[in-house]
């Protein structure tokens, strides 16, 4: 049974960082695009990043360029998303989500819809 498991949200404060852990179990990520998305109350769900498992590849909205990095440890069959510099407009419940990536002109890249989803990890960033 193919599942995500989300961990290492909390509360912090503005201008901290944290590190959020997407783990999977039931099958290998190898040959997956992982993306992260937040939904903060009252909002609709956004797109945050992505990565390519196989070759790498990441991609981020422009709200968080410069201060979220995607990684994955394919040993540990988990994706990471490193939080710097938080400020409140990132408080949301972050989740992640797997789905085959599509192949473009390009190359694969980043699927617009997933299939498979986390349950949550909750990230608030106030003082």
């Known amino acids: 049974q193919l599942q995500l498991v989300e961990s290492g949200g909390g509360l912090v404060q503005p201008g901290g960082s944290l590190r959020l852990s997407c783990a999977a179990s039931?099958?290998?990520?190898?040959?997956?695009?992982i993306g992260w998305f937040r939904q903060a109350p009252g909002k609709e769900r956004e797109g945050v990043s992505c990565?390519?498992?196989?070759?790498?590849?990441?991609n981020y909205a422009n709200s968080v360029k410069g201060r979220f990095t995607i990684s994955r440890d394919n040993a540990k069959n988990t994706v990471y998303l490193q939080m710097n510099s938080l400020t409140p407009e990132d408080t949301a419940v972050y989740y992640c989500a797997a789905e085959l990536p599509v192949l473009s002109g390009s190359g694969y890249v980043c699927p617009a819809a997933y299939d498979y989803w986390g349950q949550g990890t909750q990230v608030t960033v106030a003082s």
């Open positions: 990565i390519i498992i196989s070759s790498g590849r990441t």
């Open positions: 039931g099958f290998t990520l190898d040959y997956y695009a």
